[in-house]
């Protein structure tokens, strides 16, 4: 596994952050399979700010956190050894699919 961690900044407050992440963030779910998982199948649950989630697809495993905080929002993510060599571009993709979720594009 290869852990990354991306924190995008926002000016919405916890409420509307979470708000919008609780709605729209089967878009970063997309972009966290970097198209190589297929159809990949998430789950997740919310444990008051935070957010857990696990996607499987191909056989591989993706799992992290989303942490929303007042004027941000942090995600760790573990990548499988298959996306390890995508870290890059997979952190620098959440990140423009975060910004954009949180208006901040």
């Known amino acids: 596994m290869r852990p990354i961690a991306v924190q995008i900044p926002h000016n919405l407050g916890r409420d509307e952050a979470r708000h919008r ?4 963030f089967a878009n970063i779910e997309q972009t966290l399979s970097g198209g190589l998982l297929g159809a990949a199948t998430f789950t997740n649950h ?11 697809g191909l056989g591989q495993r993706i799992s992290g956190t989303l942490e929303v905080q007042d004027e941000s929002v942090r995600l760790e993510i573990d ?3 298959m996306l390890a060599a995508l870290a890059e571009r997979i952190s620098r993709q959440v990140q423009q699919a975060g910004q954009k979720l949180l208006g901040n594009s």
């Open 46 to 56: 919310w444990e008051g700010d935070r957010l857990h989630f696990i996607g499987r």
């Open 21 to 24: 992440l609780q709605h729209g």
């Open 79 to 81: 990548l499988p050894q």
